[in-house]
């Protein structure tokens, strides 16, 4: 359920079900049924992170739009996505802290798929279905028009962070760098990204070398 007055703080925004032995977040993408057809014909997907997102979507006509239920992403995730044939993956989440880390637990499981990854952070405490209502199809997909490849997204959550801060987000974006398959491209962005942040590549690779994960 999904509290329908944003004013109301009397409880929280979602109220999720437990999973059950018929019910598995970490194998289902809500609404892939209704979706897939439609990635199939024009080769993308937006994911998003409930279920009041998709409904809203597809009732004004966006109908790609399919939704990872607030987990991180899995194997069998990724391997729907694999299988419909989809080449572009827009993740759209809220633009708030909580938005930020519901993206990189997406993009943790569809890194190596080796697909095109963008991400469309919304702004003003606005959710996916929020848009949607709001401004139509036409609102939502300049959202994803505008969407910045993963990477640059990573990049952007750095800024203005120092110390302790710093060095603990980029263990976050270095371990979803450990999903790439390629060491080649692996190394090339961990160059781009001690440029990004201005600080030495070797002292990045010496914090990637480090991470529990590798």
């Not at 708030?96 to 963008?118: C, F, S, V």
């Not at 939502?140 to 640059?152: E, G, K, N, R």
């Amino acid at each position: 359920g999904r509290r329908l007055a944003d004013d109301d703080a009397s409880g929280p925004k979602y109220v999720n079900t437990p999973e059950t032995e018929l019910f598995k977040k970490g194998r289902l993408i809500y609404a892939w049924d209704r979706a897939l057809p439609n990635v199939r014909r024009g080769g993308r997907v937006a994911l998003v992170e409930g279920y009041t997102d998709v409904m809203a979507a597809h009732q004004v006509g966006v109908n790609f739009v399919a939704a990872v239920l607030g987990t991180a992403t899995t194997e069998d995730h990724a391997a729907l996505v694999r299988k419909s044939g989809a080449r572009v993956v827009q993740l759209v989440f809220d633009g708030d802290e909580a938005g930020r880390k519901a993206a990189y637990k997406a993009l943790h499981g569809l890194l190596p798929l080796e697909l095109e990854l963008q991400v469309a952070m919304l702004t003003g405490g606005d959710d996916p279905c929020d848009v949607c209502v709001r401004e139509g199809s036409a609102g939502f997909l300049a959202h994803l028009d505008t969407a910045q490849p993963w990477f640059s997204f990573l990049i952007e959550g750095l800024r203005g962070k120092r110390g302790m801060e710093l060095s603990q987000e980029i263990d976050r974006v270095l371990g979803l760098l450990t999903r790439l398959k390629k060491p080649v491209l692996r190394e090339s962005l961990i160059g781009d990204l001690a440029k990004a942040i201005d600080l030495p590549v070797a002292a990045l690779r010496e914090q990637y070398n480090s991470l529990p994960e590798v």
